[in-house]
């Protein structure tokens, strides 16, 4: 079984920077991608981004420029960094990744407000 544990959500000011950490556990062997998707209220879950395991990335068209995704294999963990935060970002942020063959597994997520 596998497990996510998303961490680094809180309040931050409009034009402020918040870093997302998704720490996995169990049997990750064979993920082919690992991203980053959010709800905010009253919307759909969305893609935000997502990093391939050869190394190809993409991002929401509304993130471009001021997010950026990584992962250190080392530690199991893929990070979200967000720069130039606005209020249009606040929502519950999952990390999600998937294992061949047809496996996807969900954390329970982190919220992220974008407030003044």
């Known amino acids: 079984q596998v497990q996510l544990v998303e961490s680094g959500g809180g309040l931050v000011q409009p034009g402020g920077s918040l870093r997302l950490s998704c720490a996995a556990s169990?049997?990750?062997?064979?993920?082919?991608?690992s991203g980053w998707y959010r709800q905010a209220p009253g919307k759909q879950r969305e893609l935000v981004a997502v990093?391939?395991?050869?190394?190809?990335?993409n991002y929401a068209d509304s993130v471009k420029g001021r997010f950026t995704i990584s992962r250190d294999g080392a530690k199991n963990t893929v990070y979200l960094q967000m720069n130039s935060l606005s209020p249009e970002d606040t929502a519950i942020y999952y990390c999600?990744?998937?294992?061949?063959?047809?496996?996807?597994?969900w954390g329970k997520g982190t919220p992220v407000t974008v407030s003044s």
């Open positions: 169990g049997s990750t062997f064979g993920t082919y991608a």
């Open positions: 999600n990744i998937k294992i061949l063959p047809q496996m996807d597994y």
């Open positions: 990093i391939f395991s050869g190394g190809g990335i």
